[in-house]
């Protein structure tokens, strides 16, 4: 069947006489399609009132098929897809080269909404439509965070909640996928607040996002996360191949080999449970399973608090919350990405070796019980630290090196009878722990070094930012005698252009320049989507 476009009344063919034969060929497949080599020319000759020969329409079919512009089955002719795909890409790169502004065109659109409103329904369902008439299109995806101390006291808040998001989400997309979980805080270009539920709705041909759950994950860490991982592959839904091929393609043509060694067109993002009483994650096993489906690729990520109630965490994925699953989100995209990994925290002279340990737990260290040695560290009494260790952990935790001399952070959180330490994440036996100590400059100066490394990745701000904070660092900061927008303000002096997105967490994931994937304490995570494709 031969489709045609009509074109619209003010349009006019072009002047046969100034245009080639091969421009006007191409103009006749753009109209009607697929036509055999005599329909071609007989579609020609009428359209533009010209006189080749037959023989002459052929030999340009037939260079415009050698030269990619043209397809051909079933012995017809029409133009082909990845050519339209490359002309549309040419025109969108010299618009965007004459309008003189980097942002002038959007290959990625959002909007955020924030609400502190008491009533759970009333807060998700005010923040999604924010988000949604912000974004002012329909949503392909969303984010969603919701304070947990203020949302997660009942089942049922939490469940009203998730409801009204998604009731909103899918009015204006029934499609609309999105994750989420209960937090320590809540981070938007809204501001950061510790009572909200902030929602981004997104759009863009150029991401694509499956989403996997592995639930009751507490029965078998390692499967959850391998189900979880299995189940977001296979959801991820191709963004359209001729447009991924040609991306690569241009990519390849104009980059310097060592730019495209940065190029990572696939990321995994973690939605993980919080630990809760009588309940820890093994947060190191969900890891595991989810590379033995993905293997090592970039990956960064979150646990859902309950604002160190300790009684319930939730975690969110299309419409439903759960809690104890692993939700991974697997996404492929030919924007340009970026992602950073920062502390702030500084290594002491003081350190310890884990003699004797298992899982989260350190029984001893240096062959002394682990409270009392933590205890002489800080120059405390044991009761003086039963009584402080809240407020201590999170300004003097420990740290671990890895190959490349950098610290990542180790925070016990208990003290057990026998004065062992429970930590938030697993503590290998024999491995060696610094005392590190955090101080408010440090800790935005962290934030600081996060953003100015995402954009010093992508050659400018991103469009889009989404941050995974721990919330003993907002803690430590208010401590200290910061104000509560402290960080907020970080955000929109460094990217006051951004959507942004997130959530102050009970623990981080995240890949590290030593090349391992793992869990984090006191630690901001963030990924930065580029308004520009990798080809750019």
């Not at 977001?232 to 191709?238: F, M």
């Amino acid at each position: 069947m031969i489709k045609t476009i009509k074109q619209p009344h003010a349009f006019s063919p072009p002047d046969s006489s100034r245009y080639s034969l091969r421009t006007l060929i191409i103009q006749t497949l753009s109209d009607d399609w697929p036509l055999n080599g005599r329909q071609v020319y007989l579609a020609a000759k009428e359209k533009f009132s010209i006189t080749p020969t037959y023989q002459g329409v052929h030999k340009v079919l037939r260079q415009l098929l050698d030269d990619g512009v043209l397809s051909y089955n079933d012995k017809k002719y029409q133009l082909s897809t990845n050519w339209i795909k490359e002309m549309k890409q040419f025109g969108e790169d010299i618009a965007r080269k004459y309008s003189g502004r980097k942002g002038s065109l959007k290959y990625v659109e959002a909007g955020t909404g924030a609400s502190s409103d008491p009533n759970p329904a009333a807060a998700g369902r005010n923040a999604a439509r924010q988000a949604l008439e912000e974004l002012g299109r329909k949503p392909d995806f969303a984010f969603v965070f919701c304070h947990g101390a203020t949302f997660a006291k009942r089942d049922e808040d939490v469940n009203a909640l998730v409801s009204a998001v998604d009731a909103e989400l899918k009015k204006k997309n029934p499609n609309c996928r999105w994750v989420g979980c209960t937090t320590d805080g809540e981070i938007s270009d809204k501001g950061c607040s510790f009572n909200s539920c902030v929602v981004m709705a997104l759009t863009s041909e150029h991401i694509s996002f499956g989403v996997g759950v592995g639930d009751n994950a507490g029965k078998d860490f390692f499967s959850a996360g391998k189900r979880a991982a299995e189940a977001a592959t296979a959801d991820l839904r191709l963004i359209d191949s001729y447009l991924e091929r040609y991306m690569q393609f241009l990519a390849l043509k104009r980059k310097q080999p060592q730019e495209l060694l940065k190029i990572k067109p696939y990321i995994l993002l973690t939605i993980f449970p919080g630990p809760v009483r009588n309940y820890s994650p093994n947060e190191e096993d969900l890891l595991e399973g989810i590379k033995s489906v993905t293997g090592i690729l970039p990956l960064i990520g979150g646990s859902a608090s309950d604002s160190a109630m300790f009684r319930q965490t939730y975690q969110f994925a299309n419409g439903r919350a759960y809690k104890d699953a692993c939700i991974v989100v697997a996404l492929m995209s030919d924007l340009k990405l970026a992602f950073s990994v920062k502390h702030g925290l500084t290594p002491t002279k003081k350190q310890a070796l884990v003699t004797k340990a298992q899982g989260n737990t350190v029984y001893t260290l240096s062959g002394k019980p682990a409270a009392k040695v933590y205890a002489k560290m800080l120059g405390f009494s044991m009761p003086e630290l039963k009584k402080k260790l809240f407020d201590v952990v999170i300004q003097w935790p420990f740290g671990m090196v890895d190959p490349l001399g950098q610290y990542w952070i180790k925070t016990p959180f208990q003290i057990n009878p026998d004065n062992s330490l429970t930590f938030l994440n697993k503590v290998p036996q024999n491995s060696l722990l610094v005392f590190m100590h955090s101080k408010p400059e440090s800790a935005l100066a962290a934030t600081e070094a996060a953003i100015a490394d995402i954009k010093e990745k992508l050659g400018g701000s991103p469009a889009l930012v989404l941050a995974f904070d721990c919330g003993s660092r907002p803690r430590m900061l208010q401590n200290n005698g910061c104000p509560p927008d402290a960080e907020h303000k970080i955000f929109a002096k460094e990217l006051p252009d951004s959507h942004i997105i997130g959530a102050y967490t009970h623990g981080e994931q995240a890949l590290i320049p030593s090349g391992s994937i793992g869990q984090h304490n006191q630690t901001i995570v963030m990924l930065g989507f580029a308004n520009e494709l990798i080809s750019e």
